[in-house]
């Protein structure tokens, strides 16, 4: 199963001071919209996603068709793909992929200590 990038989507307090801090670590803005309160970045192949006020735990993401440069692949697992290899591995899913769509799409599992998995593609 080809899951795509890997990143890890950080709950912080204050976007600005987070930036700052990463900055400090050798990270550098990928992408994101800070206006909109979250912030994507990346230290050679280590990538976080720093966001405000979005969700309550950090999460574990996977982007499904791009690479860690979000440059899209040419060979990938859709996510609808991954959700019915998940389901038939008896993986209860938290939220499901939306029913007859095609494209981006997204799926929530959580491990056996509860972490979050997200599994998002975006084309």
């Known amino acids: ?11 912080v307090k204050d976007l ?13 803005a990928l992408g994101g919209n800070e206006e909109m309160n979250y912030l ?3 230290n050679e ?15 574990l993401t996977f982007n499904p068709g791009w ?11 859709d996510v609808r793909e991954i959700e019915k290899s998940l389901k038939e591995s008896d993986i209860v899913l938290e939220q499901e992929v939306k029913k007859e769509t095609q494209g981006p799409g997204s799926l929530i ?15």
């Open 109 to 123: 599992v959580k491990d056996p200590d509860g972490n979050v998995i997200l599994i998002d593609q975006h084309i």
């Open 16 to 28: 600005q001071i987070s930036k700052v801090f990463y900055e400090k670590l050798g990270f550098k």
């Open 45 to 59: 192949n280590a990538i976080i996603g720093l966001f405000q006020g979005m969700f309550e735990d950090n999460i």
């Open 1 to 11: 199963m080809k899951l795509g990038a890997f990143s890890m989507s950080l709950n």
């Open 67 to 77: 690479d860690e440069n979000a440059q899209t692949l040419e060979n990938y697992n």
């Open 40 to 42: 994507v970045m990346k």
